[in-house]
C-alpha cells in the first residue's frame, strides 16, 4: 500500500481547499494508526482510540472516515459505498472529503480500488491482498446488547465469556427455529475474540473467512476501532447441529439479471423490484449484456 | 473416607472493619444436606458466599470435592461456579434473567461450560424443566411471566442442569406463601435424594431445616454458637441462643 515516496508525501501537509492533507493533523492520524496497528496484532480486539470531531455527524460514519483518513496514501484509489451503493449522498459526501483533501483517484469498481470505505456491504467482486476495506461501525461490541456496563463487557471478553451471545442464539433457535441476525452476526475471529460483523448482512459473513483483503472496522460515536488481517478464520457462531445460513433470494435481479448477489427493494418503472445493493457491479453486467 | 463434597476450614471474612464471619470449619459429604440458621446479619450469607464463589474469603479454605478454591481464577472459577455448584436464592432475579425464557435461563448454565449441540442442550434443558414440575408448554416463555414459585423451580431446574457436586440454598422458600412453600420444599427433598448432591441450606426458619437438613449450624454475630445432628439440636439445645430460637418459634 505505501511506498517511501507515499509516506514522505503524507508527512509533509498539502494545502488542499484549505485544509491539511488528508484533512487529520499528523498527531491525530498517528495515534489512530497506532491503534489500528494494535488491532491488527490482536485481531478482533477492540481497541479504543481517541476519536476525532468530524466533518460529519456521529453515527453518519466519522470512525471509517477517520480510519481512512489515517491510512490513505497518495497511490491510493478511493471507493466509498452505503448499502452497497456509490451515489448515497452519505457515500458521495464522505468520497469528496476524501478526494478533496488528499486529491487520489475515485472509483466505483470495486477491482480497481485500493481503499474501500463501506457501510453495510462488502463489494461482491473479487478483492485481492492490495485491498484495505474500512468499515463503518454503529455498534463494535456484540456483548452490548446482553451487558452495558463496558468493564463487565472487557472482561468477558478477556475471559471469552460469550455465554450470553449464545444464549441469544438459543433463544432464537427455540422460539424460532432459527437466528434472528440479519446483519451484525457475531463471528469469533481466529478462535479468540467474537466481534460483531457490523452491519453487514449475514450474506457477506462467508467472505470475511480467509479473506486476502484486510478488513478495518471505525467506530467514531464509541471510540474504537478492530480489525481482520488477511488470511484470517473468521467463524459465525452457531451451533453444531444448526447450519448458518446466508439470505437467499427467489428472484434474479429486475435490472442485470443476477442470480448470485444480494437484492434490495426498489422502485423500477414504477414497481416494486429486487435488484442489486451492489450497484457498481449491477451497472457493469447490464453493460456486459448491452442494451435490451 | 471419602472426599467430601464441600470442605470450609477456618473461613473469616472481613468487611473492612466489619465481621462477616469468623472461624468457620465444617464438611458436607456427597448426598448430605447441612442448614445454617441464626438472624439476620449472624453471618450465614456471607458462608454461602464464600462457598458459592462469590466471595473472596479474608482467611481460611474452601475446598470443591478436594480442590482448592483459592487457586481457581478468572474463566476457571467461572466454569467450576456454572458446572460444579448450583445456587438458588430468595430473590430469583439476582440468579434468574426475567426478559429470558426459562428454558434459556436453564440452557445458560451449559452453555457457558462449552456446550455445542442444541438438540443435546434442549433435551437436558427439558428433562430437567419437567423434573422441576413446571408447566408443560411454558418452557419458551419470559420469565418475567412466571409466578414466584415458579421462579423458584425455574432456579432450581438452572441449579441441577449441570448436575453440579454442590447446591447451594440461600433462603429458598422465604417469600412464598405457606402451601407453595411446602410443595417446593418437598421438590427440594425429592431432587436431592434422587440425585444425592451435597446441600448447603441456609434459612432462619426452623421448620424448613428442621424438614430438609441432616445436621446443623447456629450462628451467632459471624460465629457458630453451636452444631449438631438437626434433631438433637432443635429438640436439646445447649446453647442459650439455640434455646431462645428455639423457644421464638410461634406454635400454631
Known amino acids: 500500500m505505501s511506498a517511501l515516496s507515499d509516506l514522505l508525501h503524507r508527512a509533509e501537509p498539502i494545502h488542499i481547499s484549505g485544509y491539511l492533507w488528508a484533512y487529520l493533523d499528523a498527531a ?60 448515497s449522498l452519505n457515500a458521495r459526501t464522505m468520497r469528496a472529503l476524501i478526494a478533496d483533501s488528499t486529491g487520489v ?40 446488547e446482553f451487558e452495558q456496563r463496558p468493564t463487565a463487557a472487557r472482561r468477558m471478553h478477556a475471559e471469552r465469556d460469550y455465554a450470553v451471545i449464545w444464549l441469544g442464539l438459543y433463544e432464537d433457535h427455540a422460539r424460532f427455529s432459527r437466528s434472528r441476525f440479519s446483519h451484525s452476526y457475531p463471528c469469533e475471529v481466529e478462535g479468540g475474540y ?5 452491519p453487514i448482512p449475514r450474506f457477506d459473513v462467508p467472505r470475511l473467512h480467509q479473506a486476502p483483503f484486510l478488513s478495518l472496522f471505525g467506530a467514531g460515536r464509541e471510540a474504537a ?30 435490472k442485470c439479471g443476477a442470480e448470485d448477489s444480494y437484492l434490495t427493494e426498489e422502485i423500477v418503472n414504477g414497481r416494486r423490484a429486487a435488484v442489486c445493493s451492489d450497484t457498481a457491479r449491477c451497472r457493469r453486467r447490464q453493460a456486459e449484456k448491452g442494451p435490451r | 473416607m471419602t472426599t467430601p463434597a464441600l470442605e470450609v476450614r477456618e473461613l473469616t471474612v472481613r468487611y473492612g472493619g466489619t465481621l462477616g464471619c469468623a472461624d468457620i470449619s465444617f464438611d458436607v459429604q456427597p448426598g448430605e444436606v447441612l442448614g445454617i440458621v441464626g438472624e439476620s446479619g449472624s453471618g450465614k450469607s456471607t458462608v454461602l458466599g464464600c462457598c458459592g464463589l462469590d466471595l473472596q474469603p479474608t482467611a481460611g479454605v ?29 430473590a430469583a432475579h ?135 445432628v438437626t434433631d438433637r439440636v432443635l429438640s436439646d439445645p445447649r ?9 421464638s418459634q410461634l406454635e400454631v
Not at chain 1, 482510540?49 to 456521529?58: D, L, Q
Not at chain 2, 441441577?160 to 427440594?188: F, K, N
Not at chain 2, 431432587?191 to 441432616?214: E, F, K, P, Y
Request: net charge neutral; with cysteine; glycine share 6%.
Open chain 2, 94 to 228: 439476582e440468579e434468574l434473567r426475567l426478559g429470558i425464557s426459562a428454558g434459556g435461563n436453564i440452557a445458560e448454565r451449559l452453555l457457558a461450560t462449552g456446550h455445542r449441540g442444541f438438540q443435546a442442550i434442549r433435551a437436558r434443558v427439558d428433562r430437567v424443566y419437567h423434573e422441576v414440575e413446571l408447566p408443560a408448554g411454558r418452557m419458551d416463555a419470559a420469565v418475567a411471566t412466571f409466578s414466584g414459585g415458579m421462579r423458584q423451580r425455574v432456579q432450581i431446574a438452572r441449579a441441577l442442569v449441570s448436575e453440579p457436586a454442590v447446591l447451594l440454598l440461600d433462603e429458598p422458600t422465604t417469600g412464598l406463601d405457606v402451601s407453595v412453600q411446602a410443595r417446593i420444599l418437598d421438590l427440594i427433598r425429592r431432587l436431592q435424594r434422587q440425585t444425592g448432591v451435597a446441600m448447603v441450606i441456609v434459612s432462619h426458619d426452623l421448620a424448613v431445616i428442621r424438614m430438609l437438613a441432616d445436621r446443623l449450624l447456629v450462628m451467632r454475630q459471624g460465629r457458630v454458637v453451636e452444631a449438631g
Open chain 2, 62 to 90: 474452601v475446598r470443591l470435592s478436594g480442590r482448592d478454591t483459592a487457586a481457581v481464577v478468572g474463566a476457571q472459577r467461572r466454569r467450576l461456579r456454572n458446572q460444579d455448584i448450583g445456587i438458588v436464592r430468595q
Open chain 1, 28 to 87: 491525530s492520524k498517528r495515534e489512530i494508526r497506532r491503534a489500528l496497528l494494535k488491532a491488527v496484532c490482536i485481531p478482533g480486539h477492540i481497541t479504543p482510540f481517541a476519536s476525532r470531531e468530524m466533518p460529519v455527524a456521529r453515527g453518519w460514519g466519522s470512525g471509517g472516515l477517520q480510519v481512512t483518513l489515517a491510512t490513505i496514501v497518495a497511490s491510493d484509489t478511493v471507493k466509498v459505498i452505503d448499502q452497497g451503493d456509490d451515489e
Open chain 1, 194 to 198: 467474537i466481534i460483531s460483523t457490523t
Open chain 1, 105 to 144: 483517484e475515485t472509483a466505483t469498481d470495486a477491482r480497481a480500488a485500493t481503499l474501500i470505505q463501506t457501510r453495510h456491504r462488502i463489494p461482491e467482486d473479487d478483492l485481492d491482498d492490495r485491498t484495505v476495506l474500512v468499515f463503518q461501525v454503529p455498534i463494535s461490541d456484540p456483548l452490548r
Open chain 1, 225 to 254: 476501532v478492530y480489525a481482520i488481517p488477511p488470511y484470517t478464520d473468521v467463524t459465525p457462531i452457531t451451533f453444531t447441529d444448526r447450519e448458518f445460513e446466508i439470505e437467499s433470494f427467489d428472484t434474479p435481479c429486475a
Open chain 2, 239 to 247: 446453647h442459650p441462643y439455640t434455646q431462645l430460637l428455639v423457644s
